[in-house]
Nanobody, 113 residues
Framework: QVQLVESGGGLVQAGGSLRLSCAASGSIFSGNSMAWYRQAPGKQRELVATIASIGTRRYVDSVKGRFTISRDNAKNMVYLQMNSLKPEDTAVYYC???????WGQGTLVTVSS
């Protein structure tokens, strides 16, 4: 079964850190790029970061220098390390496999001021 399962969300104070994890089934992970999106209340879902199968990373400007996307190909895992969190980072974060158009269920990140 093709699926993505996120974990690691929660409540954190501004300036704090969280690490999100995404477990992917092997059929959609191996050799494919992966991405993290987020959707804040009342806003459209936006791309946060992508990582290619060879490790090339890209970020939306608002998280550059604060967030790091990574992958563990041996474990079929994708991570999003989020540092220096701000209240405007509050959103539901989704893992996404672009090639297969598969979304995870999302994990809520709440940053308090």
């Amino acid at each position: 079964q093709v699926q993505l399962v996120e974990s690691g969300g929660g409540l954190v104070q501004a300036g704090g850190s969280l690490r999100l994890s995404c477990a992917a089934s092997g059929s959609i992970f191996s050799g494919n790029s992966m991405a993290w999106y987020r959707q804040a209340p009342g806003k459209q879902r936006e791309l946060v970061a992508t990582i290619a199968s060879i490790g090339t990373r890209r970020y939306v400007d608002s998280v550059k220098g604060r967030f790091t996307i990574s992958r563990d190909n041996a474990k079929n895992m994708v991570y999003l390390q989020m540092n220096s969190l701000k209240p405007e980072d509050t959103a539901v974060y989704y893992c996404y496999a672009p090639r297969f158009e598969v979304w995870g269920q999302g994990t809520l990140v709440t940053v308090s001021s």
